[in-house]
């Protein structure tokens, strides 16, 4: 693949007003992370992913980046490395039950971190992804 690397601008990928949403009370911020994660899949001209993609209703539960028709979803987990909420043990237990689900539902769930996008190898793995359900 060619991974675009680089930090995105902070309104990449972004639509006007799209800067988080409210949802039953909780506010869904977007990182910076998954900014520059979305540059790098337009730069790359790939389908563009819907985010914050709800599944599994009535739970809340959402995709980071999600193409529905392919069923595959992608994850990006911040605050790994500061002992952020997926590091936490209700916070895994929680990630293990929303993973499971979305497995058993038939989705293909990338899960990546802040190195896997700043070194392009997310991208890289979502390409993979992506030809492999378009050639199948």
Known sequence: ???????????????TGEAGSVEGGRMS??????DALAFQIKAAKLPEPVREHVFAKPRRWRFDFSWPSFKLAVEVEGAIFVGGRHN?????????????????????VLR???PHV??????????AALADRIAA
């Open 88 to 108: 936490h043990p209700t916070g895994m237990m929680a990630d293990m039950e929303k993973y499971n689900t979305a497995l058993l539902m038939g989705w293909r």
């Open 29 to 34: 911020q977007r990182t910076a992370l998954e």
């Open 112 to 114: 990546v971190a802040g």
């Open 1 to 15: 693949g060619c991974g675009v690397q680089g930090e995105a601008p902070e309104t990449a990928g972004r639509k």
């Open 118 to 127: 700043k070194s392009g190898e997310a991208l890289e793995w979502i390409e």
